[in-house]
């Protein structure tokens, strides 16, 4: 689904974008041209991004780490 209409930006082009580094507005914003304009995708591309970086740490979470006393 297009996010920002004044770029022609999908859904899956932010989120292709953060899965290779953009971790920021502001580079989602350089690379894409996301909230460039009249900023109305803003929250929409926000939104995106929370929940790309909540699905990569639930993701890290399947690692044990195991605490050792000194």
């Known amino acids: 689904m297009y996010v920002c209409i004044c770029n022609a930006v ?4 932010i989120r292709r ?10 580079e ?6 996301v909230a460039g304009c009249c900023g109305k995708c803003a929250p ?9 970086k909540r699905e990569q ?3 890290g979470q399947g690692a044990t780490i195991t605490l050792v006393p000194v």
């Open 57 to 59: 740490m639930t993701a």
């Open 10 to 13: 999908t859904d899956k082009q």
């Open 44 to 52: 929409d591309a926000r939104a995106l991004l929370l929940d790309s």
């Open 28 to 33: 989602l914003r350089m690379e894409l041209g």
């Open 17 to 26: 974008a953060i899965n290779d580094g953009c971790g920021s507005m502001r």
